[in-house]
């Protein structure tokens, strides 16, 4: 059974901290990685990982695969309280005629004054 | 708008009711995802169109669960016979794959609690 997880389970850190967030997986036919962020309403995407060691970029956010660790890292640089959110990490796997998305649990982060 | 819409946004029913939820993908998108997500728990996979072909099935959707997009375009999950364990949001998602890996964009989710 495809399995992803997320550590930790939840943070709290305070404005301007950086924060790093971590997602190994174990599937079958890896495709691909996202990660996704999560407030009040459905997920809204980040990224999509398919190569390791290639980071992706996008304001304070990156990330990073690293599939020989079967892994994936999500940073967020100086932090603010709007990135409080839960982060999401799923993994695609290629069953054959169709895809599969499996989530893990998410990081919850609050990000404090 | 042009995101995924899904429609109601809210809905209460009663223990053995049936319910029946509209998902709306981006124009053009050839799949189609069902994801059920209770409290604290990330998205679980329910189902999946690939145009108006339902490819896969997760164990998760029993037989009081079904799905169908019969034009490709909108899809409707019904639920029958609901169970106060059915409550939770769920969660369409569409992508546009060609080949490439599957970029899921989400709806906003219909929340459903079953007193």
């Known amino acids: 059974e495809d399995k992803v997880v997320q550590s930790p389970l939840s943070l709290v850190v305070h404005e301007g901290d950086t924060v790093t967030l971590n997602c190994s997986y174990e599937?079958?036919?890896?495709?691909?990685l996202l990660w996704y962020k999560q407030e009040k309403k459905a997920p809204t995407f980040l990224f999509m990982l398919?190569?390791?060691?290639i980071e992706k970029k996008s304001g304070r956010l990156s990330s990073i695969l690293d599939k020989k660790e079967l892994s994936s890292i999500l940073n967020i640089t100086a932090t603010q309280t709007g990135d409080s959110a839960i982060y999401l990490c799923?993994?695609?796997?290629?069953?054959?005629?169709?895809?599969?998305?499996?989530f893990g649990t998410g990081t919850r982060l609050q990000v404090t004054l | 708008d042009t995101g995924v819409s899904q429609n109601p946004r809210h809905k209460i029913t009663k223990r053995g009711q049936n319910v029946t939820f509209r998902c709306d993908p981006i124009?053009?998108?050839?799949?189609l995802y069902w994801y059920r997500q209770t409290l604290g728990q990330g998205p679980e996979f329910l189902t999946y169109?690939?145009?108006?072909?339902?490819?896969?099935k997760s164990r998760l959707l029993s037989d009081r669960f079904s799905a169908e997009r019969p034009k490709g375009s909108f899809s409707t999950l019904e639920i029958q016979r609901t169970e106060q364990g059915d409550s939770a949001m769920y969660l369409c998602?569409?992508?546009?794959?060609?080949?490439?890996?599957?970029?899921?964009?989400f709806g906003p989710g219909t929340r459903l609690t079953v007193l």
């Open positions: 998602a569409s992508s546009l794959v060609a080949g490439g890996p599957d970029e899921q964009f």
């Open positions: 599937v079958t036919n890896f495709r691909s």
């Open positions: 398919t190569s390791s060691g």
């Open positions: 799923a993994v695609e796997a290629n069953t054959g005629t169709a895809s599969k998305l499996t």
């Open positions: 124009s053009e998108h050839n799949r």
């Open positions: 169109f690939q145009n108006e072909a339902q490819l896969e």
